[in-house]
């Protein structure tokens, strides 16, 4: 993505965390990024592709961020499942991707609130990472499960629900973590089905 697109991306995403997604305009976000806004539309020709520029950067920020953390875990048993807990929650609360985390919130706010079609990205980048998560080593069952409790637990934080919060939260995250690593997928039988149906 050019050095322009992302300019206007991060003033798009700097107005709804500051000032709320009702301000996010296109006059708003030109004058933010301090570009013509004819210039704006070159890029982004309507606010529906501004905001879908915007959900599409951060997919691309997180799936970076899950394969980054992937390479670095040395148990093939779960990782998958693992890296995404450690991208949405990072232990460094303060670490720079957990403010790109925030801003993954702030784009899909702007979506559902401008425009609900435009949640078929998002839909697709879902549908992607479950499918991934089917190959990671653990019971597929599991693997779901602790898919949608850690989606649940994100999804709260983006409404503004903070439940689980505090040290609980952190224990919640903890027990889905060791999850990935107590329920592997069960062995292939050669003659087909698993051990698991004998």
Known sequence: MSGSKDKILDAA???VLRDGVAHLTLDAVAQECQISKGGLLYHFPSKEALISGMINRLHRLYEAEVERLEGQDPNPVGRRLRAMINASFPKEPCC???LRIDRISAGLLAA???NPMLLKD???FAGRMEKALMNDGVDPVIAVIIHLATDGIWMSGLF???HPSGE???MVLDRLREMTMQYP???ADPAGGSEASK
Do not use: M, N
């Open 112 to 114: 559902v609130a401008t």
């Open 13 to 15: 995403e700097e107005i």
């Open 160 to 162: 503004g629900i903070p």
């Open 168 to 170: 609980l939260r952190e």
């Open 96 to 98: 720079d991707f957990r």
């Open 122 to 124: 998002v839909q697709a």
């Open 185 to 187: 997928a069960a062995a």
